[in-house]
RNA sequence: GCCCAUAUAGCUCAGGGGUAGAGCACUCCCUUGGUAAGGGAGAGGUCGUAAGUUCGAAUCUUACUAUGGGCACCA
């Protein structure tokens, strides 16, 4: 007896299986159908239902069943690379977002020319349609079997494999791997919707100290046109990617003299300035004082908050003429605490809230950079607020509450929060942890944030929120932070004096809104597809001329836009205005102002905005009144 | 740092053992044209760096550097 998940029950003999439910229902969903879910659990078609049970017929229209052509593909991958290499050994090929991937082990890496023949064995596979079956195997012989034919990543996964856990193979044609399953019925069921999409290496078990094995990424979808849409979808994003944005818009460059640290140019150096300016007014009119510290900093100090040691390896350091090493700041907190320590503070003046765009230098290693995403000289919207134990849950609640309005104010509504609590490794007591997290959690609450529980993943000196943002394409970035930290202050002694007239450790809130300038702005980039909103965008207007005749009344224009604090340009070029309209569009300013004779003697322009092929004719007052309005910092 | 790929003019790219090519941009000339490329001419590169093979290397080999895609890392 089943029931359907319309509530309607069937009877069945015993060991029927979900192929014969589902071949009840109708032929179309036979022919549908890849897998079959059990009393919620999924197993292949063609085993036997041994119960009276819950059925569904899982058909590639559910995620469920996607997830099963996107494991079938990773299968098909690997079978058609050990019959195109062979000696080739097989590791293990998971679903991701958007497709598969199977690593191999094998002493010539994978080339991206490999990838068609692959790609059209794996045609071949499906078009065999070799039936996929179950077998359960002797966890000793499946070792052995494993370890006999050279398949030594295999037999290491199945002695990992808890007791008392099946082994399961599947069988497709000729070949076989060890897989928990389930698989759809044969290969044939996986259609054409795939595509190999690049090679890659990546440690065993995603250990460095492991082999490096070599990857095979792929995509796979229901059909055709899903496959179109993703590859699509791919491009997109890439027309957005702020490098090549930075590029085409003359942001920013980088070169091999200094890999990893931009040279920001005039227009991206603008939208740098605004930013700044911006995080500037919303944190004063927060609490903060803004201070600056150095850049080289003894090592001395260094040794003493800790970092010498722990992060050495990602400090650039000079030893200067008097042969005296000084680390070039990777962070900024000692000096904060060095300003902090600097005059005696009451419990009174607690919370202390001090701001710092710290430009800083960490050596990452070379395969991490990318763009301004992930660069080695950066410049954070770092503060801490030095305070009480008492105070942890207000202040915290203060900063969330900041970081929230700023990024809705520059355009990210969608914001997650992961809490990360105590990791394996960490230093202080567990009381002063218990405390920590208390603090921070009852901070959320009381705000009634709702955030990820990460466990674990916690600064070594304490508990952290981390703010999780989602571009306008869904993509997730993290950037702000606050970090609970009862270490430093003990390390580097910031204390207080208390109600009780002794001293008292302080406690320091490290937190960050942007993250990095830098980074943030790399985001903003591909948030807006480098349309930035008019009080970013560093040219706001171009007034363009239509013929020559036009230029006096052009610079008039141009100077009223200016003195109302608009930043402006003028194109006086003997040029077509089809072809100044063009130009300017694709530098995406966002307002072109043409003139021409009828608007000189009218005392107009006729406004373009980027992204309209509308024009409305304004009086100059009209069109300064709108632009300014608009160019307006957000947060007042 | 590790694996794979890439590096040719300001940009985007083609070419390929016999001493460099296109389009755009740039300069000059003609054109004064109403909302996404008007026409013509010219200038511009020791083909990432360094070795090697060769009569000859931008082209083949190796190393290095940077960049890209991943992996590891991201305090």
Not at 22 to 27: K, N
Not at 521 to 541: D, K, N, S, V, Y
Request: glycine share 8%.
């Amino acid at each position: 007896m089943v029931t359907l998940p319309d509530g309607s029950k069937r009877e069945f003999a015993t060991g029927a299986t979900g192929e014969d439910v589902a071949g009840s229902i109708g032929p179309g969903l036979l022919k549908a159908a890849l897998a079959v879910k059990v009393n919620g659990e999924l197993r292949d078609l063609k085993r036997p239902i041994d119960q009276d049970a819950d059925i569904a017929i899982i058909t590639a229209r559910e995620n469920e069943g996607l997830e099963l052509l996107r494991h079938d593909a990773a299968h098909v991958l690997a079978e058609a690379v050990q019959e195109l290499f062979p000696g080739t050994q097989v590791t293990i090929g998971p679903v991701i977002e958007d497709g598969f991937f199977y690593d191999f082990a094998r002493d010539e890496p994978f080339r991206v020319d490999d990838l068609a023949a692959i790609e059209e064995k794996m045609r071949e596979i499906v078009a065999r349609d070799e039936p996929i079956t179950r077998e359960v195997w002797d966890r000793g012989e499946a070792i052995d079997h494993f370890r006999s034919i050279g398949e030594t990543y295999k037999a290491e996964i199945i002695e990992d494999l808890p007791e008392g856990e099946p082994i399961t193979i599947y069988r497709q044609g000729k070949w076989y791997d060890l897989c928990r399953g389930p698989h759809l019925p044969s290969t044939g069921k996986l259609g054409d919707a795939f595509k190999l999409l690049k090679v890659a290496g990546a440690y065993w078990r995603g250990d460095s100290r492991n082999a490096m094995l070599s990857r095979i990424y792929g995509t796979c979808w229901r059909d055709k046109k899903e496959l179109k849409a993703y590859l699509h979808r791919i491009e997109e994003a890439e027309k957005r990617d702020h490098r090549k944005l930075g590029k085409e818009l003359a942001l920013f460059h980088f070169q091999e003299e200094a890999p990893g640290m931009p040279f920001w140019h005039p227009n991206g150096w603008t939208v740098y300035q605004q930013l700044e300016a911006y995080i500037r007014k919303k944190q004063i009119k927060g609490g903060y004082q803004e201070i600056r510290t150095p850049q080289l900093v003894d090592r001395s100090l260094w040794e003493k908050s800790g970092h010498w040691e722990k992060f050495g390896e990602h400090i650039y350091s000079a030893i200067t003429a008097d042969e005296k090493q000084v680390a070039i700041k990777p962070m900024n907190c000692p000096c904060h605490v060095q300003v902090f320590n600097h005059h005696l503070h009451s419990y009174r003046d607690l919370p202390l809230r001090y701001a710092e765009f710290g430009s800083c230098h960490r050596y990452e290693p070379s395969g991490a950079l990318h763009g301004l995403m992930r660069v080695r000289a950066f410049t954070q919207d770092d503060g801490h607020i030095f305070c009480t134990r008492d105070q942890i849950t207000s202040e915290a609640e203060i900063f969330t509450r900041l970081l929230f309005e700023i990024y809705r104010e520059l355009g990210f509504e969608q914001v997650r929060v992961k809490f990360s609590d105590r990791p394996e490794i960490r230093a202080g007591a567990d009381d002063v942890w218990d405390q920590a997290e208390t603090a921070l959690k009852e901070a959320c609450e009381q705000m009634g944030l709702e955030f990820e529980y990460n466990p674990g993943e916690g600064a070594f000196y304490g508990p952290k929120l981390e703010f999780v943002l989602t571009d306008a394409i869904g993509r997730d970035w993290q950037c702000g932070t606050l970090q609970v930290d009862f270490i430093l202050p003990a390390r580097l002694d910031a204390t207080y004096i208390g109600e009780d007239g002794n001293r008292h450790q302080a406690v320091m809130l490290h937190r960050a809104i942007l993250g990095s300038f830098e980074r943030f702005i790399g985001i903003l980039i591909e948030h807006h597809a480098g349309r930035f909103p008019l009080w970013l965008a560093p040219t706001q207007a171009v007034v363009a001329t239509i013929t020559s005749d036009g230029d006096d009344y052009a610079n008039k224009v141009s100077e009223q836009l200016g003195a109302a604090g608009l930043r402006v340009t003028t194109d006086l070029r003997n040029e077509k205005i089809n072809y100044k309209v063009r130009e300017h569009s694709l530098a995406k300013v966002p307002a072109i102002l043409v003139v021409g004779s009828r608007e000189a003697g009218e005392g107009t322009v006729s406004m373009r905005r980027l992204g309209s092929r509308d024009q409305k004719t304004v009086q100059i007052d009209e069109a300064i009144r709108l632009l300014a309005a608009e160019a307006k910092m957000p947060g007042g």
